[in-house]
């Protein structure tokens, strides 16, 4: 009863439950919605979903991205100079939703949101066919009136921990999150550092965060990388190097080629 | 002017989690709770600690030249021939601002805590110095984040810090202000965070920045407190002070919060609160979150940060600190801006009458008298905070003024 109903409203769980299946690893892609052009977030998201995707992460830009390296700041910022705004944004994932099935979250900071208003924000973003908002700016401690919007629109409570987190706070947090948790490679913002051996580090959250898939972000740059970490993450998240491709105007045929790479990686 | 008898009740913020009512808070990646953990046990240990508060009054006293003096302003006072305006000389403190009270507090927790790298953001490039002159005397390596813009006009605040030994890093992104080089400074202590003590300028920031900056500044009130008693045999009136972040506000103000004493925090108006060109928070901006608080912001309508404007540095900021959020909705403080234009008047008028140069930040608390002197009597006891001296501002005075 609980999974058919996890199944008709989010399309994160089911996911993991059928990568588990083929013993294969999540792959998500983070763009940053609006760039390089306020209208490239549906082709590029429809592109990468059908290369090897598995999770797509939009980001909605906002002008003082903390958690973020130059290279998403960069994005943001030209994003929001060729006029994206979080309407603009639901806008364009109901359009994506019109082509494919490919769980949906989005990443933001929180003033646009809660100057949106967040209740009709995490609403209307249900409504477009999100699955989950993963909010860089809200630790455990202030998370308790998101996580009662994500319960009443059936969104995933994504969680972050990083190299600094106690494993106590990783069984809370595991305890807390649903979907899956965000597990932050290094101590840094998005892109900057290289990954090093982090073997010890994801055994360690796996160890105390049993209860949800743990996919590791930030600085994942190559297949190797992605190969390294899928030996003991459920997945990986991928930002800033895709974005560094499409700032190079990088042809949605390469980019694809590089996604479904990436994606092979894992296997 | 008397107040309610609700305003005068116990004060008691901000709550465990950080929370001034509903602002504060923090707002930050998971990556610096726990060294926001450990900085507020360290805190909180360090007050207990007879030691830690020995220290940290003895450099005060010895090093930062506390107590610093009260001035009546006799001509100031004639010249507007009502109430009795006295100067609280925080411009007399080493380094020519407040801002050492809170670099000391912050560099002996640091001292504390074995980290070995410090970082600091600064704007009118104060809060730099006073942090790179700590550093120094302390013996510890210094990093101050500065806007590109705040470079070039502050440019002798720079020079000061490099040769105190600080390694300033230009920020040149967004609008290259303050609130990038905060940016920079939080981005850099979430990759650093294991040997880095970040020391944050103003009441802003996450739990519990706010508190312990403030609780480092009331110093300021406190000394107050005691020579307006002195000197006057009873409380002021009317406190005013200027405010940006509002870290100088505060600490003059937090002590009398619980007395009846009427507060006046004033804000940039930078070219006039009807343009768009300004700083004027509190009085024309609405609740946001913004470097890992809840507090009033300037934004515009999709809710991205507005820049601010103002011709002082240390006043150029969008957001300000969440105990003034919660002190102007409750209305125990009156929040009022002043024009970049009335700001440097009131400087020149100061400096001719009292034979000193006020910091353009504090110039606008001064430029406040203008509108507030008629109203008062020959009763009333009026102190300023005067946060800062002007030698920074010199090359933006010689421009303006001539």
Known sequence: ?267 | MKLRQSQLQKYSYPDINGFFGKYGGRYVPETLMQALFELDELYRDAVKDKAFKKEFTSMLKSYAGRPTPLTFSDRLTDHYGRGKIYMKREDLCHTGAHKINNTVGQILLAKRSGKKRIIAETGAGQHGVATATVAAKIGLQCVVYMGEEDIHRQELNVHRMKMLGANVVPVTTGSRTLKDATSEAIRDWVTNVDNTFYIIGSVVGPHPYPMMVRNFQCIIGEETFKQILSAEDKLPSILVACVGGGSNAIGMFYPFLGKNVQMIGVEAAGCGLNTQKHAATLSRGTPGVLHGSFSYLLQDKNGQVDLAHSISAGLDYPGVGPEHSALKDSGRVKYVSITDNQALRAAGLFTRLEGIIPALESAHAIAYLEKLMPSTTKKDVIVVNLSGRGDKDMMTYARELN
Not at chain 1, 50 to 56: M, N
Not at chain 1, 79 to 88: D, E, F, P, Q, R
Not at chain 1, 120 to 144: H, M, Q, R, T, W
Not at chain 1, 226 to 235: K, S, V
């Open chain 1, 1 to 267: 009863m609980k999974i058919k109903k996890q199944l008709k409203g989010n399309r994160i769980a089911p996911l993991f439950h059928s990568l588990k299946e083929k013993n294969n690893k999540a792959l998500t892609l983070f763009i940053t919605a609006g760039y390089p052009k306020k209208n490239s977030t549906v082709p590029l998201a429809l592109r990468i979903a059908e290369s090897g995707a598995d999770i797509i992460e939009l980001g909605m830009p906002f002008s003082d991205p903390l958690a973020d390296g130059p290279v998403i700041q960069t994005s943001s910022q030209q994003a929001i100079k060729n006029g994206i705004t979080l309407k603009l944004v639901l806008a364009q994932v109901k359009e994506i939703r019109k082509h494919c099935e490919i769980p949906l979250i989005l990443m933001g900071y929180l003033n646009p949101i809660l100057h949106y208003g967040e209740n009709k924000f995490f609403a209307d973003a249900k409504k477009a066919g999100i699955d989950g908002i993963i909010l860089p700016e809200v630790p455990l401690e202030e998370s308790a009136r998101f996580l009662s919007l994500n319960r009443k629109y059936n969104l995933a409570d994504i969680l972050f921990v990083s190299p600094a987190t106690p494993e106590k706070r990783i069984r809370e947090i595991d305890k807390t999150a649903s979907g899956f948790i965000y597990c932050v490679s290094t101590t840094g913002v998005t892109g900057k550092s290289n990954i090093g051996n982090i073997g010890s580090y994801i055994k360690r959250v796996k160890k105390n965060a049993v209860k949800n898939p743990v996919l590791v972000g930030f600085g994942i740059k190559t297949p190797a990388d992605a190969r390294n970490i899928a030996r003991h993450a459920d997945g990986i998240i991928i930002g800033s190097a895709l974005i560094k491709k499409i700032t190079q105007k990088e042809p949605l045929l390469k980019i694809g080629k590089w996604a479904a790479d990436m994606k092979r990686a894992l296997h």
